[in-house]
């Protein structure tokens, strides 16, 4: 997987780091168990801080898409992810805003069900 990273967007560096990561795992492009790169090794390749890479693992690790382990590194958590309130939460004012920019239920549906299908491996 190969992060895009804009240091001039508004949005804080390690949510760019999560978002792409969590993308990729629905995408199928990061799959369980599967070892990520080190601090170290994206904050160099990426060009930033190794605390801004941290904050955004540390995240994801609260969040229960990865997992520690001293001797493994980290890798990616088992799947299904455990959801939680917030998230419910989140989707559900993510709906209302392109509800509000699109109020014609079925050009929504059709915007909606693309993005999930982007989600599902091929079983092919």
Known sequence: MILEINPHSE????LQ???QIIIGIAK???????QLP???Q?????????MTVSKGYQQLKEEGYILTDRRKG???APLPVESNKSNEENLTLLLAELYLAEPDEKK???KIQAI????????N
């Open 11 to 14: 949005e804080p560096i390690y």
């Open 17 to 19: 780091l999560r978002k």
């Open 28 to 34: 199928g492009e990061l799959n369980p168990n599967e």
């Open 38 to 40: 080190t601090v170290r």
């Open 42 to 50: 994206i904050a160099d390749e990426i060009g930033i801080n190794s």
């Open 74 to 76: 980290t890798v990616i």
């Open 108 to 110: 929504l549906t059709d």
């Open 116 to 123: 999930l299908s982007s989600f599902r491996k091929d079983e």
